[in-house]
C-alpha cells in the first residue's frame, strides 16, 4: 500500500549529484523485481552521496517511483529529502554505512538465498565467486525486521564480508557502486541456487574450493575486468 505523503516542511532541493544518484537506487530497485530477487515492494535499495543516503520509500511499488519521490536522510537516520516515508529496514542500511565504506546497499528476498539462510548457518564455498563476497557467506541469527537487533545481527554476519544472508529473511550486499552491489546480489543468489541443488542429490556430498584456493580466487578477482 503506498505510503501517503506526509506535510513535512519543504526539503533541499534535489542536487545534481543527488537526482543522479535516486535515478540509479530507482533503477537498481525496479532491476531487483525484474530479476524476481524481490516480489512487490519487498526489498530496499539505498546509495551514499556524502553524508547523505538516498533510500527507496516505504511500501511504494518501484515502477510508480520518479525523481519527485525522492527520499534522503543523514547518516543520523533523520529525513534531509522528499515527503515519503524511508523503507522500513533504514536501520540496516545506515548500520553498513556507518561501519563500512559501502558506497550503495541492495537488499533482496531473493528465493534461494532466503532458502538456504534456514538450513545452515554459513554458505560453503561451492564456487570460486565466494571469494567476491570476502569468503564464505554467513547467515545473521533472525531478527524482527526494521529493527536495531537485525542490524547489530547483520553488521556481525558481514564482518569481513560485502555480503550476507539474513535468517528466514534474505541478503544484504554492500558495495563501491549500485552495480557492483546488484552484480554481487545476484552472484549470492545464483550460488546459494548451485549450492541446493548439489545438496538435493542424494547420497552425494558437494565438493568443496579449500581456502588456500578460495585465496588464490580473490588474488585473481581483484585484477578481473577491464582497467579505466
Known amino acids: 500500500m503506498t505510503q501517503s505523503r506526509s506535510t513535512r516542511q519543504p526539503q533541499p532541493r534535489l542536487t545534481h549529484p543527488l537526482r543522479q ?8 530497485a525496479r532491476r531487483t523485481t525484474a530479476d524476481g530477487l524481490v516480489v512487490g515492494t519487498s526489498g530496499n535499495v539505498s546509495a551514499r552521496v556524502g553524508d547523505t543516503v538516498l533510500v527507496t520509500p516505504s511500501g511504494v511499488p518501484y515502477d510508480r517511483l520518479g525523481p519527485r519521490d525522492a527520499v534522503a536522510v543523514d547518516l543520523d537516520g533523520r529525513q534531509v529529502l522528499g515527503t515519503l516515508k524511508p523503507t522500513s529496514e533504514l536501520p540496516m542500511h ?17 528465493v534461494h538465498a532466503t532458502a538456504v539462510s534456514t538450513l545452515v548457518d554459513e554458505l560453503p564455498a561451492i564456487h570460486y565467486m565466494t571469494a567476491a563476497l570476502g569468503g564464505p557467506v554467513r547467515v545473521a541469527p533472525y531478527a524482527l525486521y526494521g529493527t ?8 556481525e554476519a558481514l564482518r569481513d564480508r560485502s555480503g550476507c544472508l ?3 529473511h534474505g541478503t544484504v550486499v554492500h558495495g563501491a557502486t549500485l552495480d557492483q ?6 552472484q549470492l543468489e ?4 548451485v549450492w541446493l541443488t548439489a545438496v538435493s542429490v542424494p547420497g552425494r556430498t558437494p565438493s568443496l574450493i579449500p581456502p588456500d584456493e578460495m585465496r588464490r580466487a580473490a588474488d585473481k ?3 578481473y575486468g577491464q582497467k579505466g
Not at 544518484?21 to 537498481?28: G, H, I
Not at 536495531?148 to 553488521?155: I, Q, R, S, T, V
Not at 552491489?181 to 545476484?186: H, K, N, Q, S
Open 190 to 193: 545464483w550460488m546459494c541456487r
Open 148 to 155: 536495531d537487533e537485525l542490524a547489530d545481527a547483520m553488521l
Open 166 to 168: 539474513l535468517r528466514n
Open 221 to 223: 578477482l581483484s585484477g
Open 94 to 110: 545506515l548500520a553498513v554505512y556507518r561501519e563500512t565504506d559501502a558506497e550503495a546497499v541492495v537488499h533482496t528476498h531473493a
Open 21 to 28: 544518484a535516486w535515478t540509479q537506487v530507482v533503477s537498481t
Open 181 to 186: 552491489a546488484y552484480d554481487r546480489t545476484a
